[in-house]
T-cell receptor, first 114, second 113 residues
Framework: AQSVTQLDSQVPVFEEAPVELRCNYS??????LFWYVQYPNQGLQLLLKYLSGSTLVKGINGFEAEFNKSQTSFHLRKPSVHISDTAEYFC????????????FGKGTKLSVKP | NAGVTQTPKFRILKIGQSMTLQCTQDMNHNYMYWYRQDPGMGLKLIYYSVGAGITDKGEVPNGYNVSRSTTEDFPLRLELAAPSQTSVYFC????????????FGPGTRLTVL
């Protein structure tokens, strides 16, 4: 079985400051890793994904994440946030060989203040 | 492309009533999924389909049914609605399990009173 833990339920940050949203996972099999973003009253949108290769993955809107296999982590980072980054961010895993099913963490609400 | 569309956007049901949540995608995706999102709990998979005529249970299927008669449509049926089914429901689709990018609809907010 797989599980995903997002260590912070809420992260307040000032505009133009750096941010890191933490994600750890547990799985008995290899997994693919994802970050999705949900803006208020909208569906989820893919930010980035790790399938294989380089452990540093760049996504949309200036976000990046690094896969650390030994620590089973996939933390999301942005060097300078904007007000428009205010949203809820979900980390998810999908077991290799599955039908693409996603197992989500509980989400982290990022609030960017002016 | 409209992407993934869901209807209705909002619905209030009484306990014991039934309804169907509609989901349609116009991207010719083979894989479709239904999730529910409860506050502070992330999303949980209800049912999924890997193609027309093929469906399978996810993590929380009890109280729901699905069908997939066409590639485009993947309706979710609630029979005998219960307060525990109050949630936001999201439909998603994916071209295949290799690309692993799921495209989500805008959601249906359901309240059961």
């Amino acid at each position: 079985a797989q599980s995903v833990t997002q260590l912070d339920s809420q992260v307040p940050v000032f505009e133009e400051a750096p941010v890191e949203l933490r994600c750890n996972y547990s799985s008995s099999v290899s997994v693919y890793l994802f970050w999705y973003v949900q803006y208020p009253n909208q569906g989820l949108q893919l930010l980035l994904k790790y399938l294989s290769g380089s452990t540093l993955v760049k996504g949309i809107n200036g976000f990046e994440a690094e896969f650390n296999k030994s620590q089973t982590s996939f933390h999301l980072r942005k060097p300078s946030v904007h007000i428009s980054d205010t949203a809820e961010y979900f980390c998810a895993v999908s077991p290799r060989g599955s039908q693409g099913n996603l197992i989500f963490g509980k989400g982290t609400k990022l609030s960017v203040k002016p | 492309n409209a992407g993934v569309t869901q209807t209705p956007k909002f619905r209030i049901l009484k306990i014991g009533q039934s309804m169907t949540l509609q989901c349609t995608q116009d991207m010719n995706h083979n894989y479709m999924y239904w999730y529910r999102q409860d506050p502070g709990m992330g999303l949980k998979l209800i049912y999924y389909s890997v193609g027309a005529g093929i469906t399978d249970k996810g993590e929380v299927p009890n109280g729901y049914n699905v069908s997939r008669s066409t590639t485009e449509d993947f309706p979710l049926r609630l029979e005998l609605a219960a307060p525990s089914q109050t949630s936001v429901y999201f439909c998603a689709s994916s071209y295949d399990r290799v690309s692993h990018e799921q495209f989500f609809g805008p959601g249906t907010r359901l309240t059961v009173l």
